[in-house]
T-cell receptor, first 113, second 114 residues
């Protein structure tokens, strides 16, 4: 079983709509959760992190965390063509000596003008 | 304010040669991480340092790979006797040793082994 699972997509969303990206994780000890955006040929760029159950909003982005269901999601409102990228979900168990990020394979998002 | 920097950005080498990559973290960050990413996959953890101490190494890191951070600032990753399977993007990230430990990535070094 993969530790962090994402739907690889591609996910196509019309411009101006809401894009919803989902991620599940297997390690119940995971403490913090990150969303990275990666454009083709570039390195990952941190866009959101969350560590408490519930929603966290930052501009057009909302991260949602449900630790009981081991589920984290990212909503992008008013999607723009510049949002077209691969979105990587990452989790960190935050155990001392085990604080690496474990990534999913990413969801490729395409915003259709 | 400068982010994480990596050098070189691209490296083409022949199988069997040794290569070394450098990473300079964000100046106030005392944690430094190395990841490797292949096409269609998420980054995979290789190793990380807090200051000059190497705290964890992945099982992915064979004996041909070695990483150092001698003065707790920049780090180097060396691959000896490169193989074609080593072709990947090598990513460096840094973070503070506190809080949710959000990691910021450098631009990466793309290695091609021919």
């Amino acid at each position: 079983q993969k530790e962090v699972e994402q739907n690889s997509g591609p996910l196509s969303v019309p411009e101006g709509a809401i894009a919803s990206l989902n991620c599940t994780y297997s390690d119940r000890g995971s403490q913090s959760f990150f969303w990275y955006r990666q454009y083709s040929g570039k390195s990952p760029e941190l866009i959101m992190f969350i560590y408490s159950n519930g929603d966290k909003e930052d501009g057009r982005f909302t991260a949602q965390l449900n630790k009981a269901s081991q589920y984290v999601s990212l909503l992008i409102r008013d999607s723009q063509p510049s949002d077209s990228a691969t979105y990587l979900c990452a989790v960190n168990p935050l155990d001392f000596g085990n604080e690496k990020l474990t990534f999913g394979t990413g969801t490729r998002l395409t915003i259709i003008p | 304010d400068t982010g994480v920097s990596q050098d070189p950005r691209h490296k083409i080498t022949k199988r069997g040669q040794n290569v070394t990559f450098r990473c300079d973290p964000i100046s106030e960050h005392n944690r430094l991480y190395w990841y490797r990413q292949t096409l269609g996959q998420g980054p995979e953890f290789l190793t990380y340092f807090q200051n000059e101490a190497q705290l964890e190494k992945s099982r992915l890191l064979s004996d041909r790979f070695s990483a150092e951070r001698p003065k707790g600032s920049f780090s180097t990753l060396e691959i000896q006797r490169t193989e074609q399977g080593d072709s990947a993007m090598y990513l460096c990230a840094s973070s503070l040793a506190a809080g949710p430990y959000e990691q910021y990535f450098g631009p990466g070094t793309r290695l091609t082994v021919t």
